[in-house]
């Protein structure tokens, strides 16, 4: 350990169990150490920095904010936050946006904004329960926890949100089972991120959708890690064609700066949230709508989602190869830039941290998951590098 990850360790709640690398700068879909040291990033940020570092003209347009004007709550109007609004609107097709500092903050709104529906539409104040996944992950606040699907993240905090029932994922029956007259939301990932990289199956979200509007469910998306393009589309739903009630979205939204949202579609919108109903202090500031905004721009004017459904073939069948060649990557999974491989007879941990030791990040996801979420940037030459490193890394 050297002096920094000391004073670190001195002074920062030990709460993750962090690798020994002080990172110092980025370029493009590299990180560099203190050391100058350079790696290739397949992590970013935990699938948050979609345009890598420095991207033309990101920088900029944050500059160019701070010089302006960074924050102002939420008591009055700002431009950044109306055009980052209408952009994500546009891009989801759906109704109204609430911007948040973070995922997890993402997901209380949405589950507010559920609760919120039932009891304005049923009248019924006991129309409160919802049904949640199995092997999900939708953050660590009370609120997100409760609906959080591994059993050792939620025990210690009990008693979490009541009325919470668990479901299996891809599994419509399981879920179907536990529907009754007070069920107020249903939610899930589209593709389950921490969990393992589990993608929806098809028919899974479209059973989902026809329950929800058979019984005035609301159906939430919880998009903070396959949203914004890793699935090649805005939001991984898109390209099942089933839209939610509300969908919840952070990590690449910002790019690299702490914001998220929460976005009803009409009906939710329509019958939930009013003033005085949720609030933020800095959620949606000009900051980091700015950032927000750019990033759209940018999507649309360097076609990153096109990008993003052009290489994934490649980047798939990489990875195929990866998997028949070493004994211990036993499956692929996985949508877009949004991956995962199966390791088996040996801990993930260790391959992660080889990797590192090569010069290469990647994450972990699940028990025996190696996750690779990238930059949406990355060229065939980076999943080339990311191979020949991997495959030192398999042997
Ligand atoms: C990361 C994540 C969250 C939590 O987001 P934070 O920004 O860490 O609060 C929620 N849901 C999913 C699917 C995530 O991957």
């Known amino acids: 350990m050297n002096e920094q990850m000391e004073a670190s360790e001195e002074n920062i709640l030990h709460t993750y169990n962090r690798f020994p690398v002080v990172f110092d700068r980025g370029e493009g879909c590299y990180l560099y150490d203190t050391e100058g040291i350079k ?54 097709g759906m109704s109204k946006a609430f911007f948040t500092n973070s995922g997890t903050e993402a997901i209380e709104g949405a589950l507010k904004a559920a609760r919120k529906y039932a009891y304005t539409k049923s009248g019924q104040a006991d129309r409160h329960e919802i049904i949640a996944m199995n092997h999900s992950f939708h953050g660590r606040s009370m609120g997100a926890l409760s609906v959080t699907g591994t059993a050792h993240y939620r025990e210690p905090f009990e008693p979490l949100v009541g009325g ?53 469910i609301i159906l939430i998306f919880d998009e903070v890690q396959c949203g914004m393009g890793r699935t090649g589309f805005y939001f991984a739903w898109q390209s099942y064609g089933v839209q939610p009630d509300i969908m919840a979205c952070a990590k690449a939204l910002g790019s690299g700066v702490p914001v998220g949202a929460f976005v009803l579609g009409e009906k939710a919108a329509a019958a939930s949230l009013v003033p005085g109903d949720h609030g933020t202090t800095y959620g949606g500031n000009p900051f980091v709508c700015a950032a927000v905004s750019k990033v759209f721009d940018i999507f649309e004017q360097d076609r990153i989602l096109d990008h993003v459904k052009e290489l994934t073939p490649y980047f798939e069948k990489k990875l195929d190869e990866l998997a028949a060649k070493y004994d211990c990557v036993s499956a692929r999974r996985g949508k877009g830039f949004m991956q995962g491989l199966v390791i088996t007879g040996r801990p993930v941990g260790d391959v992660v941290k080889k990797a590192l030791e090569e010069g290469l990040l990647v994450i972990s996801a699940g028990s025996d998951v190696l996750r690779l979420v990238p930059p949406l940037i990355i060229k065939k030459e980076h999943i080339d590098e990311m191979v020949d490193i991997l495959s030192d890394c398999l042997e």
């Open 39 to 92: 790696y290739l990033d397949f992590a970013a940020g935990i699938a948050v920095n979609a345009l890598g570092y420095h991207y033309p003209g990101y920088d900029d347009a944050l500059k160019a904010q701070i010089d302006k004007l960074t924050h102002i709550s939420n008591l009055y109007y700002n431009q950044p936050m109306s055009e980052a609004g209408e952009k994500l609107v546009k891009a989801s």
């Open 164 to 216: 919470v029932k668990f479901a299996d994922f891809n599994d419509l029956d399981s879920v179907k089972a536990l529907v009754t007259d007070k069920t107020c939301a249903i939610i899930t990932e589209v593709v389950q991120g921490e969990g393992g990289i589990y993608p929806a199956d098809p028919a899974f979200l479209k059973g989902l959708r026809e329950l929800c509007d058979a019984r005035d």
